[in-house]
Structure formats: C-alpha cells, structure tokens
C-alpha cells in the first residue's frame, strides 16, 4: 500500500463538492497520476471509522488526482493522510 495526503475539497467558484478530493498521490506528472484511476483509497480518522473511495482521474499536470469517497470527509482531513490500495 502506498499513501497519500488530501489536499483539498475538489470546488468550483460557488459550489464545493463534499464527496470529492483532490489528493497529493507523488506522482511528478498528469501520466503518472492517471495510471492511479481506478485504484482504492480509504481515510482512517482519529477514532477508527474508515471511508473508503476510488480514484477518478488525474487533476491538472502536476500529479495530483480527485477521488470520490462514498461518504464527505469532515474538514480535518485535509493535510491527513490516505492509503492507496494496489
């Protein structure tokens, strides 16, 4: 398994999307990170519950990917990690 660190809620100018999320997965490129759609994600919080998600796409040319998670992370997620399942 491989880990990650959630970057932010994926938003436009008006709307945030609850479900989705940008993730910093150390990918150095847009190639490298669309290899990783399709993969698993879960989030751990502190008192044990996990939320799992699945990696949708990459998320601009510098690496970073969106993931949709079944249920909104709270906002203390952001800057956790994530663990990315092979």
């Known amino acids: 398994m491989t880990t990650g660190k959630v970057i ?8 945030i999307h609850e479900r989705h999320f940008i993730l910093d997965v150390h990918a150095k490129n847009k190639e490298e990170a669309d290899k990783m759609k399709g993969k ?9 519950k996990v939320i799992k998600g699945k990696i949708s796409g990459a998320h601009g040319g510098k690496g970073l990917v969106r ?3 079944e249920r909104g992370l709270p906002g203390q997620a952001v800057t956790t990690e994530v663990e990315i399942k092979k």
């Open 8 to 15: 932010q809620f994926r938003r436009g100018r008006n709307k």
């Open 67 to 69: 993931a949709i998670f």
């Open 40 to 48: 698993e994600v879960s989030w751990k919080s502190p008192a044990g």
